[in-house]
Nanobody
Framework: VQLQASGGGLVQAGGSLRLSCAASGRTVSSSTLGWFRRTPRKDREFVAA????????GYADAVKGRFTISRDNAKNTAYLQMNSLKSEDTAVYYC??????????????????WGQGTLVTVSS
């Protein structure tokens, strides 16, 4: 499976961006899909995850109420809608695909496939 993240860019604080993660090689319709991010000062951290049907979703506390994860299995694509962006959201965002949903959806080792990352810069 190859994952291609896109949609990053420069945005002012308070603005919005929508990231996309397109999968190729095989379908990810049964996979848990997740978003993680890495800032210069932190290790890669969990952002959001969604199970195959969209019935199970999890968010990091730092993004709850501002970010929304979704997926379109027909397009083999996941999305991350980011609203009310803050300077601390500046990071390289990675999408990932894993197995079945579990309570450990925020753990990196639950994900087998990773995209290359897309840079989000929020100016204050």
């Amino acid at each position: 499976v190859q994952l291609q993240a896109s949609g990053g860019g420069l945005v002012q604080a308070g603005g919005s961006l929508r990231l996309s993660c397109a999968a190729s090689g095989r379908t990810v319709s049964s996979s848990t899909l997740g978003w993680f991010r890495r800032t210069p000062r932190k290790d890669r951290e969990f952002v959001a995850a969604i199970n195959w049907s969209g019935a199970n979703i999890g968010y990091a506390d730092a993004v709850k109420g501002r970010f929304t994860i979704s997926r379109d299995n027909a397009k083999n694509t996941a999305y991350l809608q980011m609203n009310s962006l803050k300077s601390e959201d500046t990071a390289v965002y990675y999408c990932a695909a894993g197995g079945a949903w579990s309570t450990r959806y925020s753990w990196e080792d639950r994900y087998k496939y990773w995209g290359q990352g897309t840079l989000v810069t929020v100016s204050s």
